[in-house]
């Protein structure tokens, strides 16, 4: 299944030995949202997020914020592994805590710290 981490990048730690600040569990909407913007600033297809990493800035933390505040988060085409059949749930369920991860990334990027987000499925 999806597993999702944030975290802030340290010099020379790889995504898979990085110390997540946070974990979501099959949060599709999210992931959706994640792979997007992978493609968009990468160019990238989603797998090549996949035990990979997206480093976030301030707009994208400011775009993710928006759409949470609004509980406008995309719909995923995911499949079983994505949980895609209880995505609103997971949505809804995760709603708080996708807050909380918004503020703690602005905080981090306000202290020059780089916020990352990886995946693995």
């Known amino acids: 299944g999806l597993d999702q981490y944030a975290y802030i990048r340290e010099h020379d730690v790889k995504p898979a030995d990085a110390e997540p600040k946070f974990v979501w569990r099959k949060h599709a909407k999210l992931q959706e949202w994640m792979e997007q913007l992978f493609l968009e600033k990468t160019g990238q297809t989603s797998d090549k997020l996949n035990c990979g990493e997206l480093e976030l800035n301030r707009d994208d933390i400011a775009a993710l914020k928006a759409l949470v505040d609004k509980k ?33 990334a602005l905080i981090e990027l306000q202290n020059g710290n780089p916020v990352c987000y990886s995946c693995w499925w």
């Open 72 to 104: 406008a988060l995309p719909e995923s085409p995911g499949g079983f592994f994505y949980g895609h059949q209880f995505q609103d749930e997971a949505a809804d369920e995760c709603r708080k805590q996708d807050l909380a991860f918004c503020i703690w």
